[in-house]
Nanobody, 126 residues
């Protein structure tokens, strides 16, 4: 069983930056692709970004391309999401998730992910 714990959320002004972290335990981190999703009030959960198990490949949702960067440190069992040029519409609860490396990183469906964290809140003020 893999446990995922997100951190780094908070309140930031429009145009600001935040870096989210997700620490994993209970499994072999390097065998999982790691993704970030977000859910705003009243909306469905939305794919944000994914990084392959080796860290070589990444894929982003259209709404965050060019502003967000996902990365991972397998030695620290941690995945990061660097968020720049934040907008009020980025306000959401951000979740990290893990799926087996045998799955495609380009499958962005929630159901392709097996393990989920509890989320960290990001609020962008206008």
């Amino acid at each position: 069983q893999v446990q995922l714990v997100e951190s780094g959320g908070g309140l930031v002004q429009t145009g600001g930056s935040l870096r989210l972290s997700c620490a994993a335990s209970g499994g072999t981190f390097s065998t999982f692709h790691m993704g970030w999703f977000r859910q705003a009030p009243g909306k469905e959960r939305e794919f944000v970004a994914v990084v392959s198990s080796t860290g070589v490949s990444t894929h982003y949702g259209d709404s965050v391309k060019g502003r967000f960067t996902i990365s991972r440190d397998n030695a620290k069992n941690t995945v990061y999401l660097q968020m720049n040029s934040l907008k009020p519409e980025d306000t959401a609860l951000y979740y990290c998730a893990a799926k087996a490396r045998g799955r495609s990183i380009y499958n962005t469906a929630e159901g392709s992910y097996v393990y989920w964290g509890q989320g960290t809140q990001v609020t962008v003020s206008s």
